[in-house]
């Protein structure tokens, strides 16, 4: 029933910008922690950067100066803006985020399907 849907992603430049955005809908009862994570090509998934639902965040040190994760919690929402994009930054972007249901109030994780973005001259 709960769904999660990125958007944002697409092809920049090398130091170029972007901002995903994570949309959570469905019989939500509360989120907490929400994150995003990465799978480049032939690699492992990689958490990116976190955040908790009072605020607190995490970045992963290849990110960090970087990146910038936010959500707004009226809204179900989380972004990720990326800024001074560089090639090795290329990869599917997933939003993960823990969410009680408001039916059971039993607790998982949800994925979404992810986002492509692309960092080439």
């Known amino acids: 029933q709960v769904q999660l849907v990125e958007s944002g992603g697409g092809l920049v430049q090398p130091g170029g910008s972007l901002r995903l955005s994570c949309a959570a809908s469905g019989s939500i009862f509360r989120i907490y922690n929400m994150g995003w994570y990465r799978q480049a090509p032939g690699k492992q998934r990689e958490l990116v950067a976190s955040i908790a639902s009072g605020g607190s965040t995490h970045y992963a040190d290849s990110v960090k100066g970087r990146f910038t994760i936010s959500r707004d919690n009226a809204k179900n929402t989380m972004y990720l803006q990326m800024n001074s994009l560089i090639p090795e930054d290329t990869a599917l972007y997933y939003c993960?985020?823990?969410?009680?249901?408001?039916?059971?109030?039993?607790?998982?994780?949800?994925w979404g399907k992810g986002t492509r973005v692309t960092v080439s001259s």
């Open positions: 993960n985020a823990r969410i009680q249901s408001m039916i059971s109030y039993d607790t998982m994780d949800y």
